[in-house]
Nanobody
Framework: QVQLVESGGDLVQPGGSLRLSCAAS????????MGWYRQAPGKERELVAG???????NYADSVKGRFTISRDNAQNTVSLQMNSLKPEDTAVYSC?????????WGQGTQVTVSS
């Protein structure tokens, strides 16, 4: 059984930083395209950042220059470093693993940016 578990969400002040982590069990993440998504109350879920199996990355325009996605294949994890956080970054952040017909989601972790 494949499981993705996110961690690292917290309450942080504007301008602060957080590092989210997504750990997998039951599969090898190195094969997958990994994405971090977020959903704020009343809004559609959006792709924040993605990383391919060979390390290519893509970012939403709203987070470019502030967020960095990375993967550690030895640890079977994917991380999202978030800097210069803004109140509009407040959302539930979830990781997703995609490979062919395989598609898995984590349960999400809450990020709240507020003073």
């Amino acid at each position: 059984q494949v499981q993705l578990v996110e961690s690292g969400g917290d309450l942080v002040q504007p301008g602060g930083s957080l590092r989210l982590s997504c750990a997998a069990s039951g599969t090898i993440l190195a094969m997958y395209y990994m994405g971090w998504y977020r959903q704020a109350p009343g809004k559609e879920r959006e792709l924040v950042a993605g990383i391919t199996s060979y390390g290519g990355t893509n970012y939403a325009d709203s987070v470019k220059g502030r967020f960095t996605i990375s993967r550690d294949n030895a640890q079977n994890t994917v991380s999202l470093q978030m800097n210069s956080l803004k109140p509009e970054d407040t959302a539930v952040y979830s990781c997703r693993a995609q490979w062919g017909r395989y598609n898995y989601w984590g349960q999400g972790t809450q990020v709240t940016v507020s003073s």
